[in-house]
């Protein structure tokens, strides 16, 4: 390229992905350095913007990204500094991963990776609702019932809550009006049918 030394045999792809059909592009050369890095940063980078829009193409772009990364650009990085250039080398710009194409690409999986452990993280310290408890339940006990009947998303909560909609009775009291509970909310009885809820 530039006539600089060492230099290296390489080859760097870039894919296009054209919704119905794909193609990709291939630079074979001799390279030293600076001038392979600038080849590879540009041909990634733009495989990065334009290797998704077709079908296969999203799962061929991830190989092509990713066989420049382990071959070309490991074998540009091997090389010395160049020296002895005959013509201007090509300039290399920023890395890839600091490039906008890069960045609009890793911004969901770094938002995706990051929202599981916050949502975990908020689970644990708000609880199932925030504000009740979602447990095996007794007669006596008050609920709040979060979901539309038949469905059953019951919290246990404080029988002065505001929230307490029903109250826990046992099977023999229960009336016609009422609500048998699933046998995950009954306790020491799982799998056994139990008590029913009664408005308050």
Request: hydrophobic share 40%; glycine share 10%; proline share 8%.
């Amino acid at each position: 390229m530039c006539g600089a030394q060492p230099a290296t045999a390489a080859t760097v792809r870039a894919h296009q992905g054209m919704v119905v059909i794909m193609r990709t592009l291939t630079r074979r050369g001799v390279f030293c350095r600076t001038c392979g890095l600038a080849v590879y940063r540009t041909m990634t980078s733009d495989t990065l913007v334009t290797g998704w829009w077709g079908v296969f193409s999203l799962f061929v772009t991830p190989f092509v990204v990713l066989g420049n990364v382990l071959g070309a650009r490991s074998a540009f990085r091997r090389l010395p500094e160049p020296y002895g250039a005959l013509r201007p080398p090509l300039d290399p710009g920023r890395r890839v991963l600091r490039r906008p194409p890069a960045m609009l690409v890793l911004t969901p999986f770094v938002l995706v990776a990051a929202a599981i452990p916050t949502l975990f993280l908020i689970g644990l310290i708000a609880g199932p609702d925030g504000d009740g408890e979602r447990v095996g339940l007794s007669v006596g006990d008050c609920v709040d019932q979060t979901a539309e009947w038949p469905e059953q998303a019951l919290l246990k909560v404080d029988c002065g809550s505001p929230r307490a909609e029903y109250r826990v009775a046992d099977r023999d009291s229960c009336g016609p009006e009422d609500q048998l509970l699933h046998a995950e909310y009954v306790s020491g009885s799982s799998g056994k049918p139990g008590y029913c809820v009664r408005r308050l």
